[in-house]
C-alpha cells in the first residue's frame, strides 16, 4: 500500500485548505483511511477517519464542524477539506489506511498500518 499526501501550505486564521491522499497497491474496499496530525512537542493525533466501504466518518472533537473528510472510490482518493483554520491546526499531517478490523473512533486512536510521508499545514494568527 502507497499513500501519497499533498495540499498543506501556508494559510491566514480562518482561511481554507484541502489536503489529498491519493492511494495505490491495493484495493480499498474494506479499508478504512484517516488523516492524523502532529505539532512540534505534541502527540500525534487522529484529525478525521472515513470508512472506505460506506463512507462513514469520524472527526476528532478538536476539528468537528471545521473539517469534513470524503472519498473517491475512483480514484482512490481521500480528502480533507479544512476550514476556519486556526494556529492551533498547525502539523504536520499524515494519511494512514489500514483493513478496518475496528470502529473507526478506535483506528482514529490507536493509528493505521500503513502511512504516507506528511504535508506540513501552517495557519499564521
Known amino acids: 500500500v502507497q499513500l501519497q499526501a499533498s495540499g498543506g501550505g501556508l494559510v491566514q486564521a480562518g482561511g481554507s485548505l484541502r489536503l489529498s491522499c491519493a492511494a495505490s497497491g491495493v484495493s480499498l474496499d474494506y479499508y478504512a483511511i484517516g488523516w492524523f496530525r502532529q505539532a512540534p512537542e505534541k502527540e500525534r493525533e487522529g484529525v478525521s477517519c472515513i470508512s472506505v466501504m460506506d463512507g462513514s466518518t469520524y472527526y476528532a472533537d478538536s476539528v468537528k464542524g471545521r473539517f469534513t473528510i470524503s472519498r473517491d472510490n475512483a480514484k482512490k482518493t481521500v480528502y480533507l477539506q479544512m476550514n476556519s483554520l486556526k494556529p492551533e491546526d498547525t502539523a504536520v499531517y499524515y494519511c494512514?489506511?489500514?483493513?478496518?478490523?475496528?470502529?473507526?473512533?478506535?483506528?482514529?486512536?490507536?493509528?493505521?498500518?500503513?502511512w504516507g510521508k506528511g504535508t506540513l499545514v501552517t495557519v499564521s494568527s
Open positions: 494512514a489506511t489500514d483493513i478496518a478490523r475496528y470502529d473507526l473512533p478506535t483506528m482514529c486512536y490507536y493509528g493505521m498500518d500503513y
